[in-house]
């Protein structure tokens, strides 16, 4: 192999090693972390009545500020973001430090494990 087919194929393996880390939590732990933490103020289904914050339902891949019938902040509806996981994993930790001006009243969760399994278990929340 040569030298740069070599970097090229760490580099890739670094990639999916990161990838891997991300999607690498419990489902069934992160639904716990999810009724610890975010319960109080978001529904996980696809249709009811939001409460404080917008539904979970298909937050994965969805453009931040963008569920209807929800009234975002500026700071949200303008924050160019897309849930993926990393980005979800930034904004989960930190959410003011990630959207300054969010109106989303939450220090964050420090423990990555507890943030790695509540992605995993908002990643099966789809249609």
Not at 6 to 19: D, H
């Amino acid at each position: 192999m040569t030298r740069s087919a070599l970097a090229f194929s760490l580099l890739v393996l670094a990639l999916f090693a990161g990838r891997s880390a991300l999607a690498a939590g419990d489902a069934t732990e992160g639904e716990k972390v999810y009724k610890r933490y975010c319960s109080i103020c978001h529904i996980v289904t696809s249709t009811g009545s939001p409460r404080q914050g917008p539904t979970l339902f298909g937050v994965v891949g969805r453009k931040a500020g963008s569920v209807e019938g929800y009234r975002y902040t500026a700071a949200n509806k303008n924050s160019g973001i897309t849930w993926t996981p990393e980005e979800l994993d930034k904004y989960l930790t930190n959410p003011r430090a990630v959207v300054p001006g969010t109106s989303m009243a939450f220090a964050g969760i420090k423990n990555a494990d507890e943030r790695q399994n509540l992605i995993a278990y908002l990643g099966t929340l789809v249609k």
